[in-house]
């Protein structure tokens, strides 16, 4: 199956008291297979909102979208949430992690009550080894450092082979260099793995090394540019 994103006159409406705010207005976006996309622009732009429509968390209020040649809000409940699985990891700025259970374990969580063809725990151990933490299996959250909790989150979204990873500020609560080991690290995967990988961020600076940038405004893109990959 093809892996494009394609949005196309995506509109979120948010309704009460007799009034309607727009989060999003006429959102026309294709998003190759394997790219590394940065969404910025200032608080209250839609960038989050993006996201979770992105994710299948959220529904557009009118338009489509399209991943590959799946119109996938129009899919049941349980279809959609099949779907999330099978091609979508999460990546939070809160990390996100149960702090009763070890990274091992967290790691493995999204796996739980599903049936897979691999080891479920050996597929666990394998995504730590990558971010490397595998020293740290066994360790519980409170145990590590923002940035190690942050890669043990990263393994967690890769724990069954995602198509995509979006990740909203996954650097935001995180000093400069441990924030810059997880973008790299997030580069690596997207190139080693080819695994698409949608990065929300205040930060200009990561915004621009990504291959393609969304600015956003009001609900709206703004500009979209995009680079050769280095």
Known sequence: MNKSIEFRD??????????????????????????????????GSGKSTLLSIIGTLDVPSSGEILYGDKTVHQM????????????????????????????????MSPLFGRKVTYNKKERAIQVLEQVGLKD?????????SGGQQ?????????VHKPKWLL???PTGNLDTD?????YE???SLNKSKQCGVILVTHDSILA?????????????????CQRQPV
């Open 10 to 43: 995506i509109d979120k409406v948010f309704k009460g008291d007799g009034i309607e705010t727009y989060a999003l207005k006429k959102i026309n976006l294709l998003l190759n297979e394997g790219d590394f996309v940065s969404i910025i622009g200032p608080s």
């Open 76 to 107: 049941s409940n349980n279809e959609i949430a099949d779907f999330r699985f099978e091609n979508i990891g999460f990546i939070f700025q809160q990390f996100h992690l149960i702090p009763t259970m070890t990274a091992l374990e967290n790691v």
């Open 136 to 144: 740290k299996m066994n360790s519980l959250p409170s145990q590590l």
């Open 150 to 158: 942050q890669r043990v989150a990263i393994a967690r979204a890769l």
């Open 167 to 169: 990740a909203d500020e």
């Open 178 to 182: 441990t924030g810059e080991t997880v």
């Open 185 to 187: 690290l997030l580069t």
């Open 208 to 224: 621009d090394r990504a291959n393609t940038k969304v600015e956003m405004r009001d609900g709206e893109i703004v500009s979209v």
